[in-house]
């Protein structure tokens, strides 16, 4: 049985109804016919929260509503959104995790020139990591920076970035001797020396995954971020608070989709024990309402919370999958087969695993430690 012990985001924001319809409409539609859908996205609205994160001063799709979102409404919001359809909220330009980067280690130059490709019309922008051969091990990518009496060079390949292959800007993490460093690239007119793949995806297609090939791709001086610190350092550094602070968005998203699965089996017959079973999930979804709502009261608090968000991406990406791996077994063979788009959220619930580090890794991250050193708190592997 559902019932709530938080306050409805939309109190706040009742145009999420709205929107959430919009999203509804693009995500039935998503996987046949992409560019109809991203047509359902035309709404000031929808762009305002896309772009959440991204300064007012580079950000002309800013509205009144939406100009000054606390990271605790930000989540929530993701999370209503979510209950629509994730992979459609995916496929929204606007901001993305190399947003944090930006705004961490750029220069005001560095930041005008990324987000300008805001002025005229919604972009997307990407945040490439993951390799084929080392995944997201940031210490052994192969991905290089180089420099020659020409300028600055950069070449290699990046795996699974999501939305870079309608992106106008992006950062690549790449090594550049025996340090690492974030490089600003802007694809436009680049089509030999920076080649891009969609991937086939199961799940989550909305986020358009993307292979890139880099080769001698020129880049220019100003456009390598912290350049003048030191690399290793600032480059792992703005990965770990880029990640630390994107990975409750993903566990909203899961949420979000678990939300919109409980409520469909709902509005089905089912029998005895498939009502227990539901109403011990909705208990467990509250639970992790209320940490994601705990976790971002932290972050207010500017705690450091490295552990607590690995367990709360692990235990929402779990309580996705655990959840939508029982619908074809509570669900009537009929509602099972005709329910086109209950099925493709089905396919999504178990997407989520691959979203900002497998549960291997949030495993070991839930156990390490806070050690106090100088006064500021760093996590003890």
């Not at 009144?64 to 995916?90: P, T």
């Not at 467990?284 to 919370?305: D, F, T, V």
């Not at 209950?342 to 390490?368: C, P, Q, V, W």
């Amino acid at each position: 049985m559902r019932y709530s012990l938080m306050a409805d985001i939309t109190q706040y924001y009742p145009q999420l109804n709205e929107l959430q319809a919009l999203l509804s409409a693009a995500g039935e539609i998503s996987e046949y016919k992409p560019d109809q859908a991203r047509a359902c996205f035309d709404h000031p609205e929808l762009m305002s929260i896309a772009c959440i994160g991204i300064p007012s001063r580079f950000n002309p799709w800013e509205t009144a509503a939406f100009s000054d979102v606390d990271y605790s409404h930000h989540l929530q919001i993701i999370e209503y959104l979510s209950r629509a359809d994730a992979s459609a909220m995916m496929m929204l330009p606007g901001a993305s995790l190399s947003t944090r980067a930006i705004l961490t280690l750029g220069t005001e130059q560095q930041q005008a020139r990324f987000f300008s490709c805001f002025e005229h019309s919604p972009a997307w922008t990407f945040f490439a990591v993951t390799e084929p051969e080392v995944g997201s091990d940031a210490t052994a990518i192969a991905c290089e920076l180089t420099q020659n009496s020409q300028g600055w060079w950069l070449n290699g390949q990046k795996m699974l970035v999501g939305g870079a292959m309608r992106a106008s800007a992006g950062l690549v993490f790449a090594r550049y001797e025996q340090t690492h460093r974030l490089v600003m690239v802007f694809p436009e007119g680049e089509t030999g020396r920076l080649q891009r793949e969609l991937l086939d995806t199961f799940g989550l297609a909305g986020a358009a995954l993307t292979r890139l090939t880099m080769t001698n791709l020129r880049v220019r001086e100003d456009d390598i971020l912290g350049h003048e610190r030191r690399g290793l350092q600032q480059g792992l550094s703005a990965l770990s608070k880029v990640f630390e602070r994107h990975r409750p968005m993903v566990a909203a998203m899961a949420l979000g989709t678990t939300y919109g699965l409980l409520e469909a089996l709902e509005t089905r017959p089912l029998p005895a024990a498939a009502h227990r079973w539901v109403a011990c999930q909705w208990r467990k979804y509250h639970a992790l309402y209320q940490q994601m709502l705990a976790l971002a009261e932290g972050y207010r608090a500017c705690q450091q919370q490295y552990a607590q968000t690995s367990r709360l991406k692990l235990s929402a990406t779990r309580l996705a999958e655990e959840t939508a791996s029982h619908l074809p077994h509570w669900l009537a063979t009929e509602d099972w087969l005709e329910e086109t788009f209950l099925r493709k959220r089905y396919r999504d619930s178990f997407a989520f695993e691959y979203m900002e580090g497998t549960s291997n890794i949030h495993l070991l991250n839930s156990f390490r430690v806070p050690e106090i050193q100088g006064g500021q708190r760093h996590v003890v592997p």
